[in-house]
């Protein structure tokens, strides 16, 4: 399986998400479907980047599978633990973006655009996993 290991820092995001981008585009995924899950996954990982390490940046790994129509990127890390998945959300997207409140959209993101998305804390590690199924209509 394709995966790239590197320090979690804002400046490496745009390496990460073209890893995620050639991988997943290689999968055969709709270009709707594609900027979807790429939307999910820098959410997942922007939330890394600025919580889950507060005194310095560690490292992260980002790794990639597909199967049959399944496709799935695996982000671990040894920060902050932090469950997405339980993260109650307190978003509607269809009010006016002036009455919003700022922040709370990437976990809304994440559930919105992933066929499945999974936490687990094995040791000392977060691993989430955020998944798409390529027969699974688009958002919009």
Avoid: W
């Avoid at 009010?95 to 959209?105: A, I, N, W």
Wanted: aromatic share 10%.
């Amino acid at each position: 399986m394709p995966e790239i290991a590197i320090k979690a820092q804002l400046g490496n995001l745009p390496k990460i998400l073209e890893f995620i981008r050639e991988k997943v585009s290689a999968f055969g995924l709709s270009e709707q479907a594609l900027y979807e899950f790429e939307v999910a996954c820098e959410e997942a990982l922007v939330n890394i980047i600025l919580y889950a390490y507060p005194e310095s940046p560690g490292e992260m790994s980002v790794e990639f599978s597909g199967l049959g129509d399944i496709c799935t990127v695996t982000v671990k890390d040894t920060g902050v633990r932090f469950d997405p998945t339980l993260e109650e959300i307190k978003v509607d997207p269809d009010m006016p973006l002036e009455s919003r409140e700022e922040g709370g959209l990437g976990i809304y993101f994440m559930h919105m655009y992933t066929s499945k998305l999974t936490y687990e804390r094995i040791g000392d590690e977060n691993v989430l996993k955020l998944v798409r199924d390529k027969s699974e209509k688009e958002t919009f």
